[in-house]
């Protein structure tokens, strides 16, 4: 009896954090691995190749539940996601492949919470801007035609944005692949970080978009976290289950928001989640 207490409390405890890393994921765009990583491994102990086997198969669950959403009510820029994701899939397999295998639980730690930190600069940086200003296609996307528009709910207007300087987002999207590949979280951090910053997209757009491609990504690296045995039944099931339900919930309360409400709620995630990780990764326990 005492055993099966135990086996709900741990089943609790997965479902919570998986529910809350699928409303965090649809809202920031980052995927649930974003919370799902930390709490597997800082919370309740597990080996962080571990969390990432199943934080990759929740990356999908996520996409495919907030990217449905924000594509039927057009907020996904779908040519923009087919477009970027050519760098980001071919990063993702040589991340999941080639490096992986290589680095040991420590360095994927630290490489993780340097990441989440670093990022936090541009973001930071943009707080407060609702909309960017004054934004000019650059020549590749007036070619593919990257431009867009949606309809803000909070607003209640049309939104017309443009896309500027888009090869340096697509060096950053291939990088975000590797990482993915490597960390096993979507990398929707630095697909967020490229859109917003360097192709100046509003927050929303990137939000959806991210968590449009985050599936496809995620789907690259994970045929081969399954061929190495770290994809765990036990483990998956509930945390894709109670991502999903999150993750539906996340799509509702974004598109109600204020793009600047986002942009607060992706810094917040990368400063506690980044913070929380890098000490894991020195050996210093919280």
Not at 48 to 74: C, E, L, Q, R
Not at 206 to 219: K, Q, R, W, Y
Request: some cysteine; overall charge positive; aromatic content about 4%.
């Amino acid at each position: 009896m005492i055993m099966d207490m135990h086996a709900v409390w741990w089943l609790l405890e997965v479902g919570g954090a998986s529910l809350l890393g699928g409303v965090v994921g649809a809202i920031s765009g980052l995927g649930g691995g974003i919370v799902i990583v930390p709490v597997l491994t800082i919370f309740l102990g597990m080996p962080i190749i571990d969390a990432i086997g199943a934080s990759i198969v929740s990356v999908i669950a996520v996409s495919s539940a907030a990217g449905s959403v924000y594509v039927k009510d057009h907020v996904t820029n779908v040519r923009i996601a087919m477009f970027l994701e050519l760098s980001t899939a071919s990063g993702a397999v040589v991340g999941a492949a080639v490096l992986a295998p290589m680095l040991n639980a420590q360095v994927l730690s630290v490489t993780f919470g340097v990441m989440l930190l670093v990022s936090l600069i541009p973001v930071l940086a943009n707080i407060g801007e609702e909309l960017p200003a004054n934004i000019k296609n650059d020549r590749i996307a007036n070619g593919l035609k990257l431009n867009g528009s949606y309809f803000d709910k909070l607003l209640k207007r049309e939104v017309m944005y443009n896309c500027a300087r888009v090869p340096p987002a697509m060096g950053v999207m291939a990088l975000a692949g590797i990482m993915a590949g490597i960390l096993g979280i979507g990398a929707g951090v630095l697909k967020v970080l490229a859109m917003e910053i360097f192709m100046r997209m509003p927050a929303k757009v990137s939000t959806a978009t991210s968590n449009f491609m985050i599936g496809v990504t995620a789907a690259a690296a994970a045929g081969v976290y399954l061929r190495r045995g770290v994809v765990l039944p036990f483990l998956v099931v509930p945390v894709a289950a109670a991502v999903l339900v999150g993750a539906m919930l996340g799509t509702k309360l974004m598109e109600r928001m204020s793009n600047n409400h986002v942009k607060k709620i992706f810094a917040a995630a990368l400063g506690i989640v980044g913070l929380e990780m890098l000490l894991r990764g020195l050996g210093i326990n919280l």
